[in-house]
């Protein structure tokens, strides 16, 4: 009987960093940072919605992305950078499902409802994105600086003026009474847990919205 005997060669740590070095060199080429940057927003965000910021830690993240914590800080210096990256990437979705996905097919009053109902349900799913106020975003605001929270600023006036002229819609109140309806219906969504308890939340406010919208716009005839 013949035996075969297999050697295995153990690598010694200036291997294994060398190996680790060509790994991290790969992923930074071809665009495959940028792909790897995505993954990882994405375990992110769902474990921003599970879990939380404080309670989401970077080998959390690493070890379901299955990323090594070394390459994970090749690509972002800081967890915070990556909550960070998460939110920009979040808010721009929502932009293009707003915009491209609903009100550039469908630019009139009954598309301008439908885009508002999907954000609607966009806020429902991802509840850091309207809790701004409780102590874990806190927490997450005081560990970035004053740059990186201007970029997650979002200046709702301008979004609803876009919509408007994106909807071929004019108001018919004033301005601010309109922002502040919507806001109000909007918000909602922040006490939908009480409001399950009798209704459906989606459905009250699917039912507020079509029986306000049409008291505060109306279609421009001259741009359709």
Known sequence: MTVYI????????REVNIMKKITEDVIMQ???KEALKKKLCSVCEDNWKQNGYKKTSVKEICDQAEVAIGTFYSVFQTKEDLFVETMLIIQERLDFH?????????PSLDGYVRAIK???REYSETPF??????????????????KMI??????????FQRALKKANLVLKVDENIAIGTLSAL????????VLNRTYNHIELFDFMLDSLIGSLFEQDDDRT
């Open 98 to 106: 707003f915009f491209e996905q609903t009100l550039s097919k469908d």
């Open 118 to 120: 999907k954000l609607y």
């Open 30 to 32: 071809d665009g495959n």
């Open 186 to 193: 909007l918000s909602n969504v922040q006490s939908k847990d």
């Open 150 to 159: 201007e970029k997650l600023h979002v200046d709702s006036v301008k979004f």
């Open 129 to 146: 994105l309207y809790e701004v106020n409780t102590p874990d975003f806190t927490a997450l605001l005081k560990k970035i600086d004053s």
């Open 6 to 13: 297999i050697h295995f060669t153990i690598p010694n740590m």
